[in-house]
């Protein structure tokens, strides 16, 4: 994975689409390059800012002077690229996520035109179904029903903050020896399969969908149509991804998708969504410079 600090005002966005000519340049089309962002208002500059960038390679066969130089016998590259601009791959983390399940839905046993379920949603869903696992847990002949009365009053609580921080690992698992940790684990489990037989393959929240794609990149298939689909994958803000996110695109550069992130550890701001800065040293740490 090559990783690249950038600091605000240091020019990333300009960096980024140089990127983009240049890879074009090279003879990847532009349909073949990935831009990944984190808001829609990001997205949707990335890809103004990398049309204009391809009318001025058209017009002069330069980028901001010298900065991208359009290889020998290119034009019709970036005259492609132009052609292909509106459909080109320049979206969200969740937004590209989606892409490659639809890309393999029958095959990972999704609704191609699964629809996405708001976040507050389904923390409502995963409610209602806790709150009657825990009302039949009352009944002293209930699977659960040992494991509620260790918990106590504390059960929906803890369980429902479980759920709010899954973006945080694919799987609770408990401590060894902690019965309480136990008790919380077979509750939430439980719960959490409700909620999954509720919304079923037809409707995903943003954390359902970034564990989808972390499960998907383990289906060889599916992983080869996305790298055939998106073969190299550049990532903006890098240091605002979560766990989940993390290990998704250094899944997707294992499958071998050339992946390129840009961000700044200082400038970490979506910790309320559980970004975790660690994961992007941690990238600077392992990957290319």
Known sequence: MKVRVAAAGTGKTTSLVARFLERIGEGVPLRRIAGVTFTRSAAAELRERVGEGIEQMIATGRYLGDLVNAPDGSHARYEEARRELQGATLTTIHGFMRLGLRHSAPLLGLDPEFTSLPEWEAEAIFGEELAGLLLLAGYPDHPLHSAALRLGSRAGTWAEAAFKARSLSEALEPAPGDLAAH???????AAYARYQARTGATR????????????????????????????????????????LQGRFFAALEAGGVHVEVVGDPKQSIYGFRHADVEVFRAALHEGEA
Request: without cysteine.
């Open 183 to 189: 008790a919380l684990t077979e509750l939430y489990r």
């Open 204 to 243: 995903l929240a943003p954390s359902e969908i970034e564990r989808r794609a972390l499960a998907m990149t383990r289906t060889p298939h599916a992983l080869a149509r996305l790298a055939e689909r998106a073969p190299y994958v550049v990532v903006d803000e890098y240091q605002d991804v979560n766990p």
